[in-house]
Nanobody, 124 residues
Framework: QVQLVESGGGSIQAGGSLRLSCAAS????????MAWFRQGPGNEREGVAR????????YYADSVKGRFTVSHDNAKNTLYLQMNSLKPEDTAMYYC?????????????????WGQGTQVTVSS
């Protein structure tokens, strides 16, 4: 069974940094679009960053551009999200998602596989 397991979340003061990890099992992320989404209480799920692993071109939401960086380690079959200069509005449950296909869409409905999420709480 395809599995994605997120880790690295926690509580942090505004201006701090966290690195989220998404470890994949039973499949190689090289052939997938991998993405990070987030959802706060009462909010819609928002695409944060995504990358088609085989060609390496990343995309970012305007709200995180310049602060967040998505990367991957093919040998470890792991996706990362480095989050710097965190703001209270970044507080959310962060989810790793994977899509098997030849494109890398922004819509959450396009992703077949999801992790359970890791909570990020940023205090002012």
């Amino acid at each position: 069974q395809v599995q994605l397991v997120e880790s690295g979340g926690g509580s942090i003061q505004a201006g701090g940094s966290l690195r989220l990890s998404c470890a994949a099992s039973t499949f190689s992320i090289f052939y997938y679009c991998m993405a990070w989404f987030r959802q706060g209480p009462g909010n819609e799920r928002e695409g944060v960053a995504r990358i088609y692993i085989s060609n390496g071109s990343p995309y970012y939401a305007d709200s995180v551009k310049g602060r967040f960086t998505v990367s991957h380690d093919n040998a470890k079959n792991t996706l990362y999200l480095q989050m710097n200069s965190l703001k209270p509005e970044d507080t959310a449950m962060y989810y790793c998602a994977a899509r098997l296909g030849f494109d890398c869409p922004v819509n959450a409905q396009a992703y077949q596989y999801w992790g359970q999420g890791t909570q990020v709480t940023v205090s002012s």
